[in-house]
């Protein structure tokens, strides 16, 4: 017995000196890894500082900056002297955003001279019910079949060159974002690349992956593109879901400071103005609504016009609509809730419509005024989160609302960002194999740590452990089905707490 308790002494001596040895040779690896990064990052930077000097660039932003290019809309965006975003502080219920996912678009990457993939086919999640259910009756209103898919062929406005696809070293656009606490628009120009086909379609508009080459290489980089397919759509609709976008975060960022269960987020949103490209029309403007690449599958919560998905009995959505609504004392309503649980466990949402009252500045042409909020109250029955902010049940507000103490989460932004995720076993890759570098460049290597991962130090506080990925899916509504999907709303069924 004396020996067995020596030898198992001497075991465990072993055992923690090789764990302190592997500490120790995962933290220079990732020492090592960010040196790289950051000397690959400036030799990027450089070399488009280059491109950019061009003799045609330099011609092209004189007329941005002076404003001789001005064409078809008066919008403060496009007026000259509008600054460049200023550094802020993020505010105490900012939640950061880090994507983890595999590369959408390899072809899309800096410097890689891969063909474009074919028109791709359309996979529409099924619509909406016609009518929104009612509560207390028996089962669920049925959903129509989905339709049969279809190529989406509608194509990017063509580059000056005749490519539908931006060129290997990208292309330079201007990019408009809004300060909602000021109020106000600011622009800087990127390099991005834009893909020659859509990798999803709606009634009203193509959506295409879009990589913004101005951020670090890796899921940052990773954005979508849209684009009205109507060449009549007026361009101050485009900047309009911006400032909607901006409204909706700011009452995310309010409503997470409550102590709700269930972290919620509106990704960023901007609109991009491609010089580059041929208008649809003549003396018109290219311009593209952008926001990141969301990774897994896409629920539609609520529709516009009190519809509830009955395959997604959430409470965090509806009680985040009835925030809104009361946070504005009875003014605004956010609606039209939507979006992906990503791999921290937050609501990731995007495309909201707001619903004013009949005296407040209109919302569009979606905004169904006092209408559709009534229409949204129809169906709404408060729940445990709503009971938890004190919100008044009903449309009905006898005195304002004042919300309860406030209890901001525990996030932070860690520096770096995440690398793309290698692709899962037997998968070999949505669009072929690795792009190559760009010219003269050489990116670091993989990651250190497992499945993709930083070795140590992730993940970041207040967020729980990352869960094993969704099924590579770059469509909207696929993905993997709730029994395999562990952040699925609907797993596990619809009784008991679901926030």
Known sequence: ????????????????????????????????????????????????????????????????????????????????????????????????????????????????????????????????????????????????????????????????????????????????????????????????RIDHYPFQEGTLRSVFFMKDLSKPPGPLQDYVAKISKDPEEPMESYFQDVEMHALADYYAEEFVQYGVPKPISYIEAAVIECHDRNPLKPGGRVLFSIEPFMYGPFIKYTNNYGWINPGAPRHTPQAFSHFTWCMSQGNTLVIDVQGVIDHMGVDRYTDPQIHSANNHPIFGKADLREDGIRKFFETHQCNEVCRMLGLPEGMQLTEPYVPPAKTPPNFFDPEGAYPHMPYPTGFAGFHGLHAPPPPGLTPPGPFPGQGGFPARGFPPRGFPAPAPPFPFSPLSGSGASPQTNPFSPVSGGSTGWNP
């Not at 960010?34 to 690959?40: I, T």
């Not at 099924?126 to 898919?149: K, M, T, Y």
């Open 1 to 192: 017995e004396q020996q067995k308790q020596e030898q198992q002494a001497t075991e465990k001596e072993a055992r923690e000196a090789r764990e302190r040895e592997q500490l120790v040779r995962e933290q220079q690896e990732r020492e090592l890894y960010e040196q790289k990064l950051r000397e690959y990052q400036l030799r990027q930077h450089q070399l488009r500082e280059q491109q950019q000097r061009s003799p045609e660039n330099e011609r092209r932003w004189v007329a941005i900056e002076d404003g001789t290019d001005q064409t078809g809309l008066n919008h403060p965006a496009f007026r000259p002297g509008v600054e460049e975003p200023p550094d802020e502080e993020p505010g105490p219920g900012f939640i950061p955003f880090l994507p983890m996912h595999p590369d959408p678009a390899q072809h899309l990457r800096e410097g890689s001279t891969m063909q474009a993939p074919g028109p791709r086919l359309n996979r529409n999640p099924p619509p909406p019910p016609s009518r929104p259910p009612n509560f207390g009756e028996p089962g669920v209103p049925d959903i129509p079949p989905p339709q049969a898919p279809q190529l989406m062929t509608f194509t990017a406005p063509p580059l000056q060159s005749g490519s539908h696809m931006s060129p290997p070293e990208g292309e330079l656009v201007t990019k408009y974002t809004f300060n909602f606490a000021a109020k106000k628009w600011s622009k800087t120009q990127i390099r991005v």
